[in-house]
């Protein structure tokens, strides 16, 4: 079966410099077996533990709740459904090397799908290292989280985080709010937005998101806190 490298990583949104490693992360033991070549078990043990520091560390810095709530989101988020989800989403079960006895499960079996998205996040670290890693996890599999966080009826106060700076502000008497588009990347199917939120034209705060709205949303958020904890003064 030919490994359409090129595809493969242009979906994943990372380049690597060892091919070879890439092709790995995508091998079943099962093809590994007909074929002779390494498969990806260690790869996704490895990746398991990357991906659940790099959630904890996200979890933490954004006070997702007390630590029992947090350990409760962690695990929702690194179960197989989620990672099934991503990987699916981005169109990776497409590149799975599988043996010919198992290529009638092909979209059946959840675990076979969801343990690439550890191997691969574990090839990306041994690649290019921790920060290469926190940004394919972060633009896959806590944004996605986000997106849904967003859409639940409890967190309608963050998406109308925009209409209670500009309220706060108008109130106060504070000035004018605008929002900058910073930058926008990533491929086509994941792109990555991130904002600033300007008061009176000065840069207040920054936020990021998959979309434009999410990052303003996000961005207000933060910009309220901290107008609120400086008591109205933005100096």
Known sequence: MIFDIDGCEEKIGYSFKD????????THSSYA?????????LLEFFGDSIMEFVVTEYLYKHARGDEGKMTKIRAELVSKTPLLNIVKK?????????????EKYLNQDEKLFSSVYEALCAGIY??????????????????DYELKQAKKPKDKKKCDAKNE?????????????????????????MPEFRVAVLLNGSRLAEGTGQSKKLAQANSAQTALKKIKKQGGNDK
């Open 19 to 26: 091919k070879m490693l890439l092709r790995q992360c995508f």
């Open 33 to 41: 077996y007909e074929h002779g070549v390494l498969n990806n078990e």
């Open 90 to 102: 981005m169109g990776l079960n497409e590149f799975v090397l599988l043996g010919n006895g198992l």
């Open 126 to 143: 041994i690649d290019g290292g921790i920060t290469a890693v926190k940004k394919f996890i972060t633009n896959t599999l806590i944004v």
């Open 165 to 189: 700076l500009q309220e706060y502000v108008q109130k106060n008497k504070l000035g004018t709010i605008t929002y900058e588009l910073l930058w926008k990347k990533g491929p086509d199917h």
